[in-house]
């Protein structure tokens, strides 16, 4: 649940007589120290929420207390007033120390060290709940060393809850259509929603194509946020009026993220890095058969399940190609190994768990001994004997995106060593996907010559290798599907239009303009719980940004 992030202060000196035996230093020593609670403002609570435990969807409400001069450590104690809270809310406290007597709860002889403190109260519904709307002022007190603070937090049963209606993948589609998914919201709470702001992160060659003037457009990147005034009552389901994307001539795994929410986003965050300009339109993104004239009801919104992704598989091809060269040194037995990846499209491919859709390997003769290899380049196997790297790409490898990785490598000409360029592909079941976009798998696999003169890689297909569904396309259904919420790279469809230029770094990088590669190809960017990752082309460059998910419980 989003609460605002201003917090109430207070210094209640009306409360410095409070006794605590022995737990406290003399009040005198109040006059040195000055205690502070910063609590939300407001907070909602589902009235069928439970106490905290696994899956429960109560309301955190945390508090931060602050003692100014303090000493290493101080003791203290909280207190919170239950009285004016009956058939609002339950609260619930999981730390150590903290008892209910009454209408009063008493988190007592709390220690605090470096004059910070922290507590969290777990809110949930009341058993003889009171009606939808209702709400209460939860009252903090608070004294450490001598010093008293307070704070209030006004708490109101029931909230609204928007939510998206998910569609099906979207499987009919081919590069250079238009896509007019209808998108529904259901308040599934208890309270109505007053507006509604969508934020549409667009990625993987879908381009956001109305001009709304009811919404702002990032100059840098494919985002757009749109805000309807219109209210949607507890149950009612809404649609809204057509939002068209063009399918790009590089799809292949095409989506569309859609953020709901009933507050602006905040643009103190990863949105904070776009300018945004408003649409140049006189037409405006409106809910079908509803008034755009409601006014903000500061009703909070649960935001459980707000996030929507749109999703479409287009029949394309992508050719991935390995390359590799050798540039010996003069009069010696060594020289510099690049081995790489080329994608010569059409297709951009991504894979949202953050996996890679293939990375390079290069396989070595024992005789060959690797003498420096590139950062992000590793043994491809624990087996000493096994003389073999592999390096790391991106998760989105777009059309004409390049990667070279340089190694010195020391090898006798007189020997005729070669090395083995291949570009392993592993699904999300740990096994080898075959690339079902790649119609050619001809080019997948190259031989380097290690010789006294300069070589480029020939190919060498291996007959076990899949060979895909021939030129007339590929289904990117037979890809793994990533589910939504996972991580993933959002370019601007207008980033693809043109390839990538490969560079070589120190020793040898992962290169490309306009991709993850030259951060290293997002190592360590697997699915992380809680949290999307994304890539925002901006012209020639990427922003890597972090989004939360809001995870069903409020946050």
């Known amino acids: 649940m989003r609460t605002s992030r201003s917090r109430s202060l207070g210094l209640a000196t009306t409360l410095a007589a409070l006794a605590l035996g022995g737990t406290v230093a003399p009040a005198a020593h109040a006059a040195d120290s000055t205690l502070k609670i910063e609590a939300p403002d407001a907070v909602a609570v589902d009235p069928h929420s439970t106490a905290p435990d696994h899956g429960s969807n109560s309301t955190q409400v945390h508090l931060d207390l602050t003692l100014s001069n303090a000493p290493m450590s101080a003791m203290g104690r909280v207190t919170v007033d239950l009285a004016p809270l009956q058939g609002i809310a339950s609260v619930s406290v999981l730390s150590q120390g903290c008892t209910t007597s009454g209408q009063v709860l008493t988190c007592d002889a709390m220690s605090m060290y470096g004059g910070k403190q922290g507590l969290d109260l777990y809110l949930y519904g009341p058993d003889a709940a009171k009606a939808a709307g209702s709400s209460a002022v939860l009252h903090t007190t608070a004294v450490f060393n001598g010093a008293t603070a307070s704070a209030d937090t006004k708490v109101t049963l029931g909230g609204s809850n928007v939510v998206g209606e998910e569609l099906p993948t979207n499987r009919d589609l081919k590069p250079g259509d238009t896509w007019t998914p209808e998108l529904k919201v259901t308040n599934k709470g208890q309270l109505p929603a007053s507006q509604l702001y969508l934020t549409f992160t667009g990625g993987m060659e879908l381009s956001f194509l109305p001009q709304f003037s009811n ?5 840098e990147g494919n985002i757009q946020i749109c805000t309807v005034h219109t209210a949607v009552e507890p149950g009612e389901t809404v649609t809204l009026s057509p939002i068209g994307f063009k399918v790009g001539s590089d799809a292949y795994y095409s989506y569309e993220d859609v953020e709901i929410t009933t507050t602006a986003p905040d643009l103190s965050g990863w949105l904070g890095q776009f300018h945004f300009v408003p649409g140049q339109s006189s037409t405006k993104l409106t809910v079908v058969g509803k008034p755009d004239t409601s006014t903000p009801n500061g009703v909070i919104d649960f935001e459980r399940g707000n996030y929507l992704s749109l999703q479409a598989t287009v029949p394309n091809t992508a050719d991935f190609a390995a390359t590799g060269s050798w540039a010996p040194e003069a009069g010696k037995q060594q020289g510099k190994l690049t081995v790489g990846l080329v994608n010569n499209g059409p297709a951009s491919i991504d894979w949202r768990s953050g996996t890679h859709p293939a990375n390079v390997r290069v396989d070595l003769p024992a005789q060959a001994k690797v003498l420096q290899k590139p950062d992000n380049c590793y043994p491809a196997s624990t087996d000493p004997a096994v003389n073999a790297f592999t390096c790391q790409t991106t998760p989105y490898v777009k059309n004409g995106y390049r990667a070279s990785f340089d190694f010195t490598v020391q090898a006798d000409p007189a ?20 690339k079902p976009w790649d119609h050619n798998k001809a080019n997948d696999v190259v031989t380097v010559a290690l010789g006294g003169e300069a070589s480029t890689g020939t190919p060498s297909p291996q007959p076990s290798q899949s060979t895909g569904t021939g030129t007339g396309g590929t289904d990117p259904s ?3 599907s990533p589910a939504p919420g996972t991580s993933s790279a959002v370019p601007s469809p207008s980033a693809s239009a043109s390839p990538s230029t490969g560079q070589n770094g120190t020793g040898g990088s992962t290169g490309g303009t306009g991709n993850l ?18 890539a925002i082309a901006l012209g020639g460059g990427v922003v890597l940004v972090t989004r939360r998910r809001k995870a069903g419980a409020q946050q």
Do not use: F, R
């Not at 919404?215 to 100059?219: H, L, M």
């Not at 083995?420 to 999300?428: A, D, I, K, N």
């Not at 590669?517 to 994304?534: E, H, K, P």
């Open 517 to 534: 590669a030259s951060t290293g190809g997002g190592q360590g960017s697997g699915t992380l719980l809680g949290l999307g990752i994304g």
């Open 478 to 480: 037979a890809s793994p």
């Open 215 to 219: 919404c702002q457009y990032a100059t």
């Open 415 to 434: 020997a005729k060593l070669s090395a083995v360029v291949t570009l392993p592909s592993l699904g999300e079941d740990n096994q080898e996907s075959g």
